[in-house]
DNA sequence: GGCTAGG
DNA sequence: CCTAGCCAACGCTCC
DNA sequence: GGAGCG
């Protein structure tokens, strides 16, 4: 089996034994979404989540370019607090499919872009329901989104894939991650204030109780989020799947989408599109 | 999954 | 030859 | 200063 000129080894070994997904599936289903993907890899560092042995068994990640990858992978020099490092750009189809051989089943992004890897131009809200139900989440969502409203900032809805949201929108690379994190985080801070019962910025579990963890802390350098359109290794394969708002009302789970399901949608939202562009 | 170090 | 080991690491907080 | 957390 080839795509885009790699060579798929093993293109029958079950990666997502329960949802009967193969390696092949796993190619196929990255060679299909990745005009939807790569502009969110674009210039990005990324961190590799791999399970050669399917998801059933234990994974890794991996951040560094290991030597033998071939020439067409992107290398991207970062400072790390040891000092340096090499790690990996995916900026083309055709090193996306040689990684998803590599047996790659999520992919996460940096917050910020190759030139300016000090300085995010991307902001996450990450909202994760601890133990509590999802209409709870989703009234969540809605408030992070009048509070970022309030402030002109128009967020955009994302599922994680797993059990949580995300909201995140774009901003100039031009302050350093610790001044926008600082900023962000007094504003889940009066968000909070206000809504105790229903907001947690704890990070110890124990400490959350049945509230929405806010998380903040991946708004932060050579820390990572999840690339939207990217698989998670859960039993449904879910997909972190970007949505409109008016789509909330409807969403039942951060894995809603998933590998037999996202395609269906996709092409629904497309021809909704063609329907209501003018000039067809 | 693919490579390397060590037996 | 075969197999075991490796493949990330920052920022925050509680203790 | 080390462990938990993602």
């Not at 050579?222 to 799947?241: D, E, F, I, K, M």
Request: charged share 30%.
């Amino acid at each position: 089996m080839k795509i885009e000129g790699i060579e798929i080894t093993h293109p029958d070994a079950l990666v997502f034994p329960g949802a009967r997904i193969t390696k092949g599936g796993l190619a196929r289903y990255y060679d299909r979404i990745a005009i939807y993907m790569l502009p969110y890899l674009k210039d990005r560092p990324v961190s590799l989540q791999r399970f050669p042995k399917g998801i059933d068994h234990p994974g890794f990640f991996q951040k560094h370019a290991q030597d033998y990858f071939p020439d067409f992978i992107d290398r991207i020099p970062v400072k790390t607090k040891a000092g340096s490092a090499v790690e990996i750009l995916v900026n083309h189809k055709k090193s996306l499919l040689y990684l998803v051989n590599l047996s790659v089943v999520t992919f996460h992004t940096w917050l910020s872009r190759k030139g300016a890897l000090e300085y995010p131009d991307k902001v996450i809200f990450d909202l994760d329901p601890s133990n509590g139900d999802f209409d709870t989440l989703k009234r969540g969502a809605l408030l992070v989104r009048e509070m970022l409203a309030g402030k002109d900032i128009d967020a955009r809805l994302m599922t994680t894939g797993k059990k949580g949201v995300h909201l995140y929108y774009p901003i100039c690379p031009e302050r350093p991650f610790d001044e926008v994190r600082a900023r962000i985080r007094a504003w889940a801070e009066v968000l909070v204030e206000k809504h105790p019962d229903l907001f947690t910025l704890e990070i110890r579990k124990k400490k959350r109780g049945n509230k929405i963890f806010l998380d903040l802390l991946r708004n932060a350098y050579a820390q990572t989020g999840v690339c939207p359109y990217s698989l998670r290794p859960n039993h449904n394969a879910g997909v972190a799947t970007p949505l409109e708002w008016s789509e909330l009302s409807r969403l039942n789970s951060g894995d809603q989408y998933t590998y037999h399901t996202i395609f269906k949608r996709l092409e629904t939202k497309e021809a909704q599109r063609r329907d209501t562009t003018p000039g067809n």
